[in-house]
């Protein structure tokens, strides 16, 4: 028999209430409290814009919520919680190619030992030997995205971009990163088609860059290094190689100009160091070594 056409779209109504329902009456007789459409736009307005005022002078500046990012964000929010960290993104969504594993597949691999930080965050996963694999990398970054936000010390506006470099140069005439020049994403992808829409900025002793290889907007505070001529050139990332890729991107985090720090995949770019495709140890250890060195360039 051919199913009759309903156009009854109303919810279905059930009259025992469950023990995780969060409305009492499903029954028609459901009510909001009153609310103006001013007291909502006020809401918003006043808090983001209380925050840009509050986080234009900074304590570190985190360019980009990729997996390397939020690792360092997570780690330095969590041994330094008087610091004011703030992460800078541009995308809509946070989380940088960490919603997937590889080649879209939901599955991601992370290997030991870095497999101490999802014990840290609570992620499951199964134990492969020298890696596990957590079964949707989803899991790792919206647990990873959502302990960053809950941390007090920690701000992230996404859908603004990173367009410049702020570089102040000493005494001596030594340059010294000390800040970015931001805008929303829509104006920095809008440049060519308007008039100048002049940007804003956020100065911070500490610049973290964690933007990925070279992409849309990826390796930007690598490329923007040569062209400001603090960088002589881009090593540009070489082949794929899993065993000599993660620990050279480890091993080389570090500050690359005074007040500049590389993270993740973005150093790949200005050493001109192997990838090593979907497998995200690198990222995690690269972003929890930028925190330390973060942290110990404060202390100096
Ligand atoms: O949107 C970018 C992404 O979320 C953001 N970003 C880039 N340029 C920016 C700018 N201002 C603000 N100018 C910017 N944000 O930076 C984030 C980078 O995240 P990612 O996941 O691309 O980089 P990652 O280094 O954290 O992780 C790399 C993961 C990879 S790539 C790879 C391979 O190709 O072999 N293997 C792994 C594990």
């Given at each position: 028999m051919t199913p009759v056409p309903t156009?009854?779209?109303?919810?279905?109504?059930?009259?025992?209430?469950?023990?995780?329902?969060?409305?009492?009456?499903?029954?028609?007789?459901?009510?909001?409290?009153?609310?103006?459409?001013s007291q909502v736009s006020r809401a918003m307005i006043k808090r983001y814009f209380n925050t840009m005022y509050e986080r234009a002078i900074s304590d570190v500046v985190i360019v980009g919520a990729g997996s390397a990012g939020l690792t360092c964000a997570w780690y330095l929010a969590h041994t330094r919680p008087e610091l004011k960290i703030t992460i800078i993104e541009a995308n809509v969504a946070p989380g940088g190619g960490a919603w997937l594993g590889g080649q879209l597949m939901s599955p991601m691999v992370i290997r030991k030992p870095a497999d101490g930080f999802l014990r840290q965050l609570g992620v499951p996963y199964e134990d492969e030997g020298a890696f596990v694999v957590v079964k949707h990398a989803a899991l790792f970054t919206s647990t990873l995205l959502s302990q960053v936000l809950a941390m007090p010390n920690v701000v992230l506006m996404n859908a603004t971009a990173v367009e410049d470099l702020i570089i102040h140069q000493d005494f001596r005439g030594l340059q010294r990163v000390a800040g970015v020049v931001t805008n929303w994403t829509l104006v920095a992808l809008n440049h060519d088609t308007q008039s100048c829409m002049d940007p804003n900025t956020i100065t911070a002793p500490i610049i973290v860059s964690a933007t990925?290889?070279?992409?849309?907007?990826?390796?930007?505070?690598?490329?923007?290094?040569?062209?400001?001529?603090?960088?002589?050139?881009?090593g540009n990332m070489r082949g794929l190689?899993?065993?000599?890729?993660?620990?050279?991107i480890v091993n080389n985090t570090r500050e690359v100009v005074p007040g500049l720090i590389f993270t993740g995949m973005e150093l790949s770019e200005h050493d001109g160091s192997n990838r090593m495709g979907p497998t995200f140890g690198a990222m995690i250890a690269s972003g929890i070594k930028a925190a330390h060195v973060a942290s110990k360039i404060l202390d100096s």
């Open positions: 156009t009854d779209t109303s919810p279905v109504v059930s009259n025992t209430t469950h023990k995780y329902d969060v409305l009492e009456d499903y029954d028609g007789h459901y009510r909001f409290a009153p609310i103006e459409e990925g290889h070279d992409g849309p907007m990826g390796a930007f505070s690598a490329k923007r290094l040569v062209s400001a001529g603090l960088t002589k050139e881009l190689d899993m065993n000599r890729a993660e620990p050279a």
